[in-house]
């Protein structure tokens, strides 16, 4: 996919290894890595510093707070797209995770495959978000003056 690789994704995993993985992932499925965040702190700062296009957000950090509510904190200051991975089966059915509306919620463990579509999904959701905010900006009076004198 063209656009993907283009992104810039965050990742928040406290594990090591999964974070590892992830990252080995992300950047195989061509998009940009521009973060690897440990706790829902580092995520919120990473994210203001890097200004990622996709988080990809494990919901059980260590820390103190947790990846849903830095992902509270992320989708209120910035356009990103979120994606939830978590070995809680039940994350799908939280009020919480459903308000922010996440691109997807996936189970761990995942297989690559998987997680791999689910990239490109919120790399396409991220991409329609962006043309709809460029058609908004450009549909206003000054839009229409500019392309009548151009």
């Known amino acids: 996919m063209s656009t993907s690789a283009k992104l810039r994704v965050l990742i928040a995993e406290d594990e090591v290894l999964v974070s590892m993985f992830l990252s080995d992932l992300v950047e195989d499925a061509g998009f940009e890595v521009v973060g690897v965040a440990r706790t829902a702190s580092e995520a919120v700062e ?3 510093q890097h200004r990622p296009d996709i988080a990809l957000m494990d ?6 707070s ?3 509510s830095a992902a509270e904190t992320l989708v209120r200051g910035q356009d990103i797209s979120i994606i939830f991975i978590s070995g809680d089966s039940g ?5 919480a995770v459903a308000a922010l509306k996440p691109v997807a919620v996936v189970e761990k463990p995942c297989m690559p495959d998987e997680l791999t579509a689910v990239l490109h999904r919120a790399a396409r959701v991220h991409a329609a978000a962006a043309r709809r905010a460029g058609h908004a900006a450009g549909s206003g009076p000054g839009a229409r003056a500019s392309s009548a004198a151009g």
Not at 59 to 64: D, E, F, R, S, V
Not at 91 to 95: G, I, M
Request: cysteine-free.
């Open 59 to 64: 919901a059980n950090l260590k820390g103190g």
């Open 91 to 95: 994350l799908v059915h939280d009020p």
């Open 46 to 48: 990473m994210a203001q």
């Open 66 to 68: 947790t990846g849903v």
